[in-house]
Every structure is written in structure tokens, then in C-alpha cells.
């Protein structure tokens, strides 16, 4: 069965300082992985994934996001942190077959502070 | 522009109500999802549908039934509302027969069981 970890429910960075999230997965198939994000009071959209290919995969907003096979990781960057990233943020994975669903982490919340 | 709806933003029910939840799409997608998001447990999936008349169960469907009768339309239902049903529930929709197609999500129903 698939699952997946995100490490730290909450994050605390300043305003240019480097974004971290950090997402471990499991699954018995070549996983296909998802950062998706949610601002206040909006619905969830996606930031970026992963199915077959490069494994550093860039996204919306300047985030990206490496694949590491060997760590069963997907952990998400970026550079320098803006007030506006302040959202939260779900690590999710699949198995990318007909009839699968896409199983989320718990979620991590970013604040950014001036 | 793609649109995922559900068709309360907020909701109030009394313990052992039957409730509907519906959710309608109208992108032509294959998949449909009904997803609960709790804090600090994240997006955690109820029921899912590939096609219209099937369902599968997701990893907490106790409690809960769905119905997909029609391809746009994705109905959760409540058969007898508790307390520890009160939660956002999150409706999303996708293309395809794979999972690792990208989810359109809804703006989400805040039911409250009193």
C-alpha cells in the first residue's frame, strides 16, 4: 500500500529565506508524486509532479521539487520565501493505475514572516 | 475555465440526518473523488468513481455511501449523520483512466453535525 510522510506540520521561515518542505513516500510501484497547495480559503491546486522522466520537475511560483529514488523522497524548494507562499501545502502519491487514487500526507503549513 | 462544484459552501445537520453532499462537474472527466480534510490529519479519501455506475471504497468509507449515476455528478451521502462526520469535505474530478492525472478540486462543504 502506498502512503506518505511529510515531516513538520508546521514551518516557520523568513521573508528570502529558503523554502524546505520535506515529503517521504511509499509505494510497491514507481510512484507518480504531487505537491499540491492551498491558500486561506481557497480549494487545493496543484504546484507540481512527477511521473516519468526528469527527476528535478519545477512548478508554479518558483517551487520546485527532486524526485530521489534511493531516499524515497519528494522533498519541495524554493529558493528565496515570499509572504505570499504562506499556504498549506500536501505531498500526495499514486500509483498511476486505472482505478487508484491519489493518497495525500497531512499537509504542511508554511508561515512566512517580514 | 474548468469548474469543480459542490453545492453548499457551509452546512448544519442534527445527528441522524440523512445528508446529501453532491458535486457536479463539467469538464467530461472520467474520475470523481470525495475526499474529508481534517487538521492535522490532511485530505484523507472516502469513496472514489472512475466511471459512471462504479465506485470504489477509499480508506475511510464507513459511514458514508456515494452515487454516480450520471458522469458529472458524484453525490456523498450520510446515511445517519454523527458528530465525528463534522469536517470540510473536498470533492475533485480528473481525466482519464490513470491516477496520475492532475485533480480539479471544489471549493469545499463545512458540514457541522450537532
Known amino acids: 500500500a502506498q502512503s506518505v510522510t511529510q515531516l513538520g506540520s508546521h514551518v516557520s521561515v523568513s521573508e528570502g529565506a529558503l523554502v524546505l518542505l520535506r515529503c517521504n513516500y511509499s509505494?510497491?510501484?514507481?510512484?507518480?508524486l504531487f505537491w499540491y497547495v492551498q491558500y486561506p480559503n481557497q480549494g487545493l491546486q496543484l504546484l507540481l509532479k512527477y511521473t516519468t522522466g526528469a527527476t528535478l520537475v519545477k512548478g508554479i511560483n518558483g517551487f520546485e521539487a527532486e524526485f530521489k529514488k534511493s531516499e524515497t523522497s519528494f522533498h519541495l524548494t524554493k529558493p528565496s520565501a515570499h509572504m505570499s507562499d504562506a499556504a498549506e501545502y500536501f505531498c500526495a502519491v499514486s500509483e498511476g493505475q486505472a482505478g487508484t487514487a491519489l493518497i495525500f500526507g497531512k499537509g504542511t503549513t508554511l508561515s512566512v514572516s517580514s | 475555465d474548468v469548474k469543480v462544484t459542490q453545492s453548499s459552501r457551509y452546512l448544519v445537520k442534527r445527528t441522524g440526518e440523512k445528508v446529501f453532499l453532491e458535486c457536479v462537474q463539467d469538464?467530461?472527466?472520467?474520475?470523481m473523488f470525495w475526499y474529508r480534510q481534517d487538521p492535522g490529519l490532511g485530505l484523507r479519501l472516502i469513496y472514489f468513481?472512475?466511471?459512471?455506475?462504479?465506485?470504489e471504497k477509499g480508506d475511510i468509507p464507513e459511514g458514508y455511501s456515494v452515487s454516480r449515476e450520471k458522469k458529472e455528478r458524484f453525490s456523498l451521502i450520510l446515511e445517519s449523520a454523527s458528530t465525528n462526520q463534522t469536517s470540510m469535505y473536498l470533492c475533485a474530478s480528473s481525466q482519464g483512466q490513470a491516477s496520475h492525472e492532475k485533480l480539479f478540486f471544489g471549493s469545499g462543504t463545512q458540514l457541522s453535525v450537532l
Open positions: 509505494s510497491s510501484v514507481p510512484p507518480y
Open positions: 469538464m467530461d472527466h472520467e474520475n
Open positions: 468513481s472512475y466511471d459512471v455506475k462504479m465506485k
